[in-house]
C-alpha cells in the first residue's frame, strides 16, 4: 500500500509560479512510475506528467510541455512539479499517482492516488 500526500499547492496570478510536492509513504519507492493529474470543475480528470523510477525519463501533456517540470528525490520518497508561466486554465485539484511499471507514456493504471492540492490561478 501508497499513501500520498500532495502539498504546495495555492492561489497565483497569471505568469507565477508553484511548486507542488508528493510525500509517499512507502519505505521503497522501487519500480514506481509517479504522475501527476489534475481535474477542473465540470471537466474529467487530465493527464499533467510522469516520470520513471530513476527519473531518466519524462512525459508531459502538451498543454504543459514548456511550463511544468517533473522530478523526484527517491531518498525523500518525493516527487515535486514545477510549475511555471502558469495559467488561469491551469486551475485545479492536482493529484499525484503511482503506479508500477517503466513506461511513463502510459497514462492508465495507476493504483494510488493522493487527496489533491487546489491550485488557483488567478487573471
Known amino acids: 500500500q501508497v499513501q500520498l500526500v500532495e502539498s504546495g499547492g495555492g492561489l497565483v496570478q497569471a505568469g507565477g509560479s508553484l511548486r507542488l510536492s508528493c510525500a509517499a509513504s512507502r519505505r521503497t519507492f522501487s519500480g514506481y512510475v509517479m504522475g501527476w493529474f489534475r481535474q477542473a470543475p465540470g471537466k474529467e480528470r487530465e493527464f499533467v506528467a510522469a516520470i520513471s523510477w530513476s527519473g531518466g525519463s519524462t512525459f508531459y501533456a502538451d498543454s504543459v510541455k514548456g511550463r511544468f517540470t517533473i522530478s523526484r528525490d527517491n531518498a525523500k520518497n518525493t516527487v515535486y512539479l514545477q510549475m511555471n508561466s502558469l495559467k488561469p486554465e491551469d486551475t485545479a485539484v492536482y493529484c499525484c499517482?503511482?503506479?508500477?511499471?517503466?513506461?511513463?507514456?502510459?497514462?492508465?493504471?495507476?493504483?494510488?492516488w493522493g487527496q489533491g492540492t487546489q491550485v488557483t490561478v488567478s487573471s
Open positions: 499517482a503511482a503506479r508500477l511499471g517503466s513506461s511513463v507514456r502510459i497514462t492508465t493504471g495507476y493504483n494510488y
